[in-house]
């Protein structure tokens, strides 16, 4: 008897079942599946995803060789993961901005209503834990009064400009910049809102960020000038609010999500930071100190996704003042932990907005099958 024939439609179809959870598509029907290749009974194919933060990749992957290996005839079946993160557009952009940052796809804007929340770290883990899935990442501190990133990375010295373009620093495998890598430690910086704006305007299109998934941009605290004009300026895809627990700073998020509605920016949701402590000695306890669900009752309340609870971790400071983040300096943590899950919730979101969202006064409407 002749061995059975088989074909790439043959291979397609068996993976066809295999549904995307963010799409609630077939990854066939999503374009996912490349490069199929068929050697008498050997079967190789690619899953190529739109990014390195997929949770459910070896699911993937172990479920598309599974069912190949089912077809008749099929002897070995080689499964590759790629990704191919998606850009996911600009909202907001006009005739000034969108040739800024040519080379970014994703421009991610992490912003708080107030000082004090952890904006900065929080904005620093997230660039790192998408920097751990393979994804090509820049982070730039745009807190042009207090900069922080100096510090929490612990990386210093003056970019090398020439011909007007800045080169960034690097650190952690991040492309990096800073007012604070041109003033001195102990100065304070005091510029009027003309020398703010053209200091933003000067590190989105004078910086040479190179080809980026990701741009990460730690947004000056509040609402005032310097946020504003950073929010009509940059390109953003999107913006990621942080706040705590407490009445004051979910008062506060409120503005900061306001600021992103007026100005047509996605927000992506609300993250909580330190918002319980556990005793190392009673790893099955929390102790809420500044309230519990603060944070997801203001993303309910307010339409937006809550992306997830940062616990609060002595080692969060202790290793931010060594410049080395908790991603780095406590990779096993539940903060390390936290700050990944919702660096991977952020973006598939912004893979999913890519294609298959649309946008309503600021907030993302989320369409699970848009056929």
Known sequence: MAPATISEQDVLEA???????????SIVDLGFVKNV????????????LTTPACPVKEEFQKAARERVSAIAGVDQVDVSMTSQTRGSGRSGETPETKNLLPGVKNTIAVA???????????????????????????????DVYGPSLPLLLGVQGRPHSENKVIDPLEAYGLKVMSIGFFVDDNSPVIWRGP??????????????????????????PGTGDAALTLTQQAPLSGAVIVTTANDLSLIDARKGLKMFEKVNVPVLGIVENMSYFTPPELPDRRYY?????GGKRTAAELGVEFLGEIPIDPRVVEGGDKGKPIISYAPDSDA?????????TIARRLAVLASDSTVADGNITWVADPS
């Open 289 to 293: 100190i500044f309230g519990e669900g």
């Open 336 to 344: 390390a932990g936290a700050f990944r899950e919702i660096a991977g």
């Open 37 to 48: 290749a068929i050697d008498g009974g050997r079967v190789a194919f690619a899953i190529e």
């Open 195 to 220: 020398m703010v704006h053209g200091l933003i305007r000067q590190f989105l299109a004078d910086v040479d960020w190179g080809e980026l998934d990701y741009l990460i941009i730690d947004l000056p």
């Open 112 to 142: 708080s209503g107030k000082g004090g929340v952890g904006k900065s770290t929080t904005a620093t883990n997230l660039a790192l834990a998408l920097r751990e899935t393979g994804a090509s990442v820049g982070l730039l501190d745009a």
């Open 15 to 25: 993976l066809r079942p295999i549904i995307d959870p963010d799409f609630g598509k």
